[in-house]
């Protein structure tokens, strides 16, 4: 299903690839659930990448992100899997993914996953 | 139609071209309109170069900024141009602009891109 | 489908009814859904209330509040009916509920209601 | 013209009438013209009201709002004409629109205008 | 059991009982456990008073908030208690103290209760 | 001397006297000389008026305060002396002047005076 | 030996005794001597006051608090006694102290002492 | 007594071992006590490391951390050992340990220690 | 007569020649005066410097700065300038001086320059 | 006289010899005498270290930061001095002090210096 998900991705063009500029992408407002205990997870999601040939369309990456609001998925592995999804659909030269969650039973945790194109 | 305001830029000599120095310049009140929604965007430009013969004269560039207030332009795209403006007229040695857009559904988005002249 | 909402929300007894004192819950993982757009909302809630002889079990309201995730229902109204369902359940001698709700197309909005007991 | 821009505005039933509660909305991206110089203008609007029978719809206050970006009016009249509109159009038990411009020339100036409903 | 915590605090004597004058005492290492899971809970406490004939001795004040660090009890209670405590040993003109919680499955609490010398 | 300085000031119609709003206007940049050391001065001016028929011209108040650049003059008496000449000149229902020194010494002053209109 | 150290204030005529305005004076380097422990203690000393016939002079007020620097004395009765020496030599209309001191063993407190001038 | 703490701690599979990423734990409720004094201490131990076959289950960690409760020890000697225990079970490749403590007489101490895997 | 500035700064001899150590001094309150517009600008300057055989002396920098303030000179000359005198006068091994000046016309701008001595 | 202050350190074995750690204490509570003016000077004073043998007490640190209570010395010459005296006591791998000053005459300044062990 995690294909799925990722077909809601789209792309548009970038105008200048003949320059690596780099694009942050600041989602707040992401849940997940967590597959062990069933209650809602809240992170704040940051994407840095440099396009290659596309670029992520904006309102189509948040569609994707409410893919996941009935989802149950520990931290490590949709950070992950986001990270891969965006991966395979815009193939930038480098992301990086900070998924920042909330505090659970006082203790918080932020995980960050890089991504670089190996032929740039 | 590009052209046209790339003309609106003025500069001045640098009077210290034997030293690299920095000049920032923050712009807090930079607005065009989304080409999709016709929806008006607003952003802080922040541009941060290194002056060869010439700095950018700060009335001008405001001129120039707003210039932009009725332009239907994307968010990746405008960055770029305008700092391919700046640098067309300024030829830095140095210049980065980073535009930080506010938030739109939840999502917000910052641009980077550098120059760097390739004689220095 | 409001009242069975209403019956997961828990209370224990005042251990203090002779002191009007003050208990502030401060909930920033609220999401219910737009019922014109589909898209979700996001808010932080902050409950104010003098007991009388019952106090809300954080937990279940923990609970009630997941209850709303997939609800579509707009801002006034959300932020009225959980308010309604409190004042049902805990019968405070005062209660006020702040609902902040984060940007949409650049505009945010706060939703303060209050409940007065009329024989206090 | 005034009138034009006022039919912008749309309202949705208030369906708490009952209760005096209040919503407050934060728009960030408000700019407008100074008639004087020509230059662009930009403040925050911040609407606090009480609502009566009526509440603004979002949407259209900021199709409204957005009406003003090419018109020349000063700091203190558009405060109070915008008050003015919203006040026709919702028709509150009470409004306040503090209206926040950024620096000009090194001075920065906020507009507070209230409304209070006759018969209350 | 709480009159020998109580026993803890010591006082000393206002030099300055023709002035009503407020003393601030704010305690952000305060720990206790929770009753029902057994986990240990945290938070500021924010003593704010106007004594009378005593003052209370910081030092026999930090020992006596030590003693709940394995004490078991609800969030409501302690408050309640520690200020009834603080009340019999200082016997202040009036006392407010505001315990602030950590968050606890995204939900945090503040509880605030005031006492009042009947006859001031 | 004084009468000088308030010639600076220039006015402009109130064109909602039926209203009692609020002005408030920031200015950062002040500056004086002390008398005693022939030290400069720095402060934060702050007005806030309830304007009756007339309000200030916010460019003719920064030509006014910038005569006070080379001026010798303590820090009470320049407050009261700018609020003298702001209430002379614009006649406000109401009108008070915060004036925030930088410290000196270790030491910073903030003056606050406040003008009431005798028959409002 | 209080005495002696109040004879270091000085105060200055005020011109404005026809208004009611406030001077607000920050000190945060304000040292003593814990008489227990001989340990120092550090404070922030914050004075507003309406003047009647005479300001306090600022160099002299600094003389004054530097004068406690070795002074054995605890925080209650450091903030009285302070407030009482500028009331006798000033005869302010009202004047209120607050005293904030930094963490001793993990608690922190503030004073704070007002006196009202008997007929004003 | 060492070893018998760090049997609390759980791991679970990295489902990602084919990527070097960050997971960044933050925990501001730590509490352990002064092994002189006897006094309890406070500090926020952050975690930040790069997993390898195993990542540390979070509920485990909370648990092993409140083992910590009523053990005597020196800042230094805590974090060395904490960090030491989580190596130990995790394996990481990389990891590090900032432990924040609060003021004791007016003095804050944060100790930092990394481990590097020696053959990655 | 830029020499004429030059003089008013003094040093006092560095006690420390044999460690590199760094002195970062902060002024909050520099002013001089637009040449083309007439009107005072204000900046922030931060110097950081390794002393070589010499340190200012701040008294002397503080009057020196003064100086400049009926000064008429732009943003970008006077930071390099006051760069060139420090560095004839002290003869740093290495100092930055970064010149954050207020916003004009909704843009602000910060010049950096920094001096690097040939021979360390 | 400074070998006399010296003598006021004391150290205790590191633990952990084997990691290369480090150790950062803040001290916002330190105050000295300017030998020019006699006036006090108050700074908040930042160790950073990484220990070999031996770690700093931090009561006997304290006291010795105390004994400069009434010490007239420069800005520049307590930093390096402090400095010195700690690594001739402590022996450490590598130290670095920052000492932040307050403002005087509206100039801060800091100082920082670092010492690094010949035979790492």
Known sequence: MNASFRDILETFENQFPGRDY????????FTSVCPKTGQPDFATLTFTYIPDQKCVELKSLKLYLQAFRNEGIFYENVTNRILDDLVAVVAPRRMKLVAAFGPRGGISENVTAIHEATST
Do not use: G
């Not at 780099?22 to 407002?29: A, F, G, N, V």
């Open 22 to 29: 780099e694009i942050e992408i600041i989602c707040p407002e």
